[in-house]
Structure formats: structure tokens, C-alpha cells
């Protein structure tokens, strides 16, 4: 049974850092990535990085603030966030798949139960 599980957020100030990790289990994925949804708005990609670690995005939102990284051995995937601002309060979602890096949110087989960041002003 494949599970991915988030762990790491919370309650921050603007201009802190967290560390958000999500493990996978049951199997391996090409493809890792993090989305985010806000209330009362869209899913929205954050970040990906294929298991080779060749090939990484970033929402021109986040990059230069947040650094996605992959421990192959763990099957684990993280997310730093430096420099964190209110507008990124939201639930995190970790996602993976098989098919090539994407940013669109259909692309991905399966996804993690969700973590709350808030950051305060």
C-alpha cells in the first residue's frame, strides 16, 4: 500500500524558516513534488524534483525562498522554506507520480494527507 505522510509545519513569523518532510513507503517515484492550496483558493504547484535530482522546478512564487531536496535512501522528500511570508499560509501537499515533472496537479497518482503552515505578519 503506498503512503505518502507530511510532517513539519506549523506556526511561524514572517521572515522564519521551516522544514516540511514527506515519506513515502510501498514504492519509489519518479516524481516528487509539493503543492499548496490556501483557503478558498486553487491547488497550486510549489515544487519538484525527479528521483535522479536532474531536474527541478519552482513557482516563480517561491523560488530563491524555498529549496526542494530528495533523500533516495529514506524515500523521503523535503521542502526548506526560508524567508516565509503570510501569503504562503496554507495547507502543503506532497505529491508523486511516474510520468515526467509537472506543475500540473492531474499529473500526479498520489498524494499525502496535507500539512498546515501559518505565518504570521
Known amino acids: 500500500q503506498v503512503q505518502l505522510v507530511e510532517s513539519g509545519g506549523g506556526l511561524v513569523q514572517a521572515g522564519d524558516s521551516l522544514r516540511l518532510s514527506c515519506a513515502a513507503s510501498g514504492r519509489t517515484f519518479y516524481k516528487m513534488a509539493w503543492f499548496r492550496q490556501a483557503p478558498g483558493k486553487e491547488r497550486e504547484f510549489v515544487a519538484g524534483k525527479t528521483s535522479s535530482g536532474g531536474i527541478t522546478h519552482y513557482a516563480d512564487s517561491v523560488k530563491g525562498r524555498f529549496t526542494i531536496s530528495r533523500d533516495n535512501a529514506k524515500n523521503t522528500v523535503y521542502l526548506q522554506m526560508d524567508s516565509l511570508k503570510p501569503e504562503d499560509t496554507a495547507v502543503y501537499y506532497c505529491?508523486?507520480?511516474?510520468?515526467?515533472?509537472?506543475?500540473?496537479?492531474?499529473?500526479?497518482?498520489?498524494w499525502g494527507q496535507g500539512t498546515q503552515v501559518t505565518v504570521s505578519s
Open positions: 505529491a508523486a507520480g511516474s510520468s515526467l515533472l509537472s506543475g500540473v496537479r492531474d499529473r500526479y497518482d498520489y
